[in-house]
């Protein structure tokens, strides 16, 4: 599958390309798109200045939307194509510190489902990937220790996890799957919000 690629990937772009994906930075008439969110960063609203906020909103959203226009316009005019944003689960649940970020996330998240619902018409799908925290990009706040006790599964996320469930919803396998928002974090927002601050002991 030819996917173009919106966002730095980091590791996670070889475990696409592990996948099955041959990943481009400037193909609009590629049937497929993936774009990544950036890594989490977690600010107390209190300590949230205006250009972290508007900085942290543009990358999270703004940026990823002016990206997607061109390839949203060009699968609509072709008949198919499918999107899948890889955000994160704090677009999901609330978290202490991702005011910014998980505002970001959810407006992406309701880019995506209007993109579905306008795209649904002339074979445009597009989904939300919603993983939880990754062993490689963890926020220098968050026990580590606590978020895998917190996980039933026990253990974070890996970039296999993520890209896995990309193919997935970029594959036949999927074809009447959109505008849904999968949470790829081994069960981690179901426990999470039992704790007053998941970010400590």
């Keep these: 599958m030819r996917a173009l690629l919106v966002g730095e990937a980091g590791p996670l772009e070889a475990a696409l390309e592990e996948a099955g994906l041959q990943l481009t930075r400037d193909d609009v ?10 890594p989490v960063e977690l600010v107390p609203l209190a300590d949230l200045g205006a250009d972290d ?3 942290v909103f543009d990358e999270w959203a703004t940026e990823v939307f002016f990206a997607v226009q061109p390839w949203l316009a060009a699968s609509a005019a072709r008949g198919a194509g499918s999107w899948v944003a890889v955000t994160s689960d704090i677009g999901t649940q609330p978290f202490p510190g991702a005011g910014a970020a ?3 996330a959810m407006a992406l998240h309701t880019l995506v489902r209007i993109a579905a619902l306008e795209g649904g018409p002339d074979g445009v799908r597009a989904n939300v990937v919603a993983p939880g925290w990754s062993e490689p990009a963890v926020p220098p706040d968050l ?10 599964l026990r253990r974070l996320v890996t970039t ?32 999470r919000g039992s704790r007053p601050d998941p970010r400590r002991h």
Excluded at 146 to 151: F, G, I, K, R
Excluded at 167 to 191: K, M, N, Q
């Design 29 to 38: 008439d590629a049937a497929y798109l993936v774009s990544v969110a950036p």
């Design 53 to 55: 906020w508007l900085r």
């Design 102 to 104: 998980g505002a970001g």
């Design 143 to 152: 026990d580590m220790e606590l978020a895998v006790l917190d996980t039933p």
């Design 160 to 191: 296999a996890d993520i890209a896995s469930a990309v193919a997935w919803l970029l594959s036949p396998a999927a074809a009447h799957v959109t505008g849904e928002i999968l949470r790829v974090d081994g069960g981690y927002t179901i426990t």
